[in-house]
């Protein structure tokens, strides 16, 4: 498929994979706005526009910009989100409603601002950046594994809802990736005596140290330039060799032995 000249919309595009998606889109000859609070500072071709996915107006206003200079988009891909760190039990009520404001309901409002510039367009195409943790929930990070699930079903469901005007949807799952991530998750302030603190202090080390040691986010920006290039959308791609041995081996070994080794890695 012709991919130069097409006209797409990339939120979280000031950083880490949303900007390696957005810079490698512009420089493959593609019409990128990314959308995001802050502009990067880093150097760049495509067009900035300030939004808030929480907020409904902003996005408004950057699809009435958009409308104005192209009249329709082909590809939105929804990648603006964030991470919160710590136990189920002594996570604030604010850290949830804040994690699924931008991970999940942020995509929901972006997609129902966008689809009707989409169905205009030509490539008809919807990409969300998942996790593999929406497939292997992570503990001390429960909340983020679950909006990232939440995100594969909302892909799957819309898929089909949008199947009628030739839009198709993806899902794409990065694995630990080196980007600002790490360094913007928001952790539990550890509780006097707290049961946790040994354990999830570990656990999140961990997981911080798999994230600096991973893929640069250009790997991720690649396969979302491959999806764009496709015909036919799959419905779900993971990112790199060994997360889709894990996503495979999720598939058909026992779920309390995946259960256990996740465990294993993080619980303990
Ligand atoms: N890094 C990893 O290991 C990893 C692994 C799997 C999946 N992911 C997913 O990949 C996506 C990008 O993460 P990243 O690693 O590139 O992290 P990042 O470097 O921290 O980038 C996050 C992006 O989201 C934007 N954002 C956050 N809140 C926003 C809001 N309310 N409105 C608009 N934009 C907002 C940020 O822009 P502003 O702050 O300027 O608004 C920034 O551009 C996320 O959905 C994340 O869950 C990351």
């Known amino acids: 498929m012709k991919t130069s000249g097409q006209v797409v919309v990339v939120t979280g595009a000031s950083s880490g994979i949303g900007f390696a998606i957005a810079s490698l889109l512009s420089a493959s000859g593609m019409k990128v706005y990314g959308l995001s609070r802050s502009k990067s500072t880093e150097k760049h071709d495509f067009t900035h526009i300030f939004a808030d996915v929480t907020k409904k107006e902003t996005l408004i206003e950057a699809a009435t910009f958009i409308k104005q200079n192209e009249g329709s988009i082909d590809v939105l891909v929804c990648c603006a989100g964030i991470g919160i760190g710590g136990s189920v039990e002594e996570t604030s009520e604010t850290a949830y409603d804040k994690l699924f404001a931008v991970n999940v309901k942020g995509v929901f409002l972006t997609t129902k601002t966008f689809l009707p510039l989409l169905r205009e367009g ?147």
Not at 153 to 167: H, K, Q, T, W, Y
């Open 122 to 268: 030509e490539g008809k195409k919807i990409i969300n950046i998942g996790s593999v943790a929406g497939v292997l929930p992570v503990p001390y990070q429960t909340f983020y594994s679950m909006s990232k699930a939440a995100i594969q079903a909302f892909s799957e469901a819309l898929n089909n809802e949008v199947r009628p005007f030739g839009i198709q949807v993806a899902t794409v799952l990065p694995g630990d990736t080196k980007t600002a991530f790490t360094a913007n998750r928001e952790k539990n302030a550890s509780s006097e005596g707290s049961l946790y603190a040994i354990r999830e202090e570990r656990s999140l080390k961990k997981m911080e140290l798999d994230e600096q040691k991973g893929r640069d986010p250009r790997s991720v920006a690649r396969i979302v330039f491959w999806l764009i290039k496709r015909k036919r959308l799959p419905i779900q791609v993971t990112v790199g060799f060994e997360y889709k041995l894990f996503v495979f081996l999720n598939r058909i070994l026992p779920k309390r032995l995946v259960n256990w080794i996740l465990y294993k890695m993080y619980g303990r």
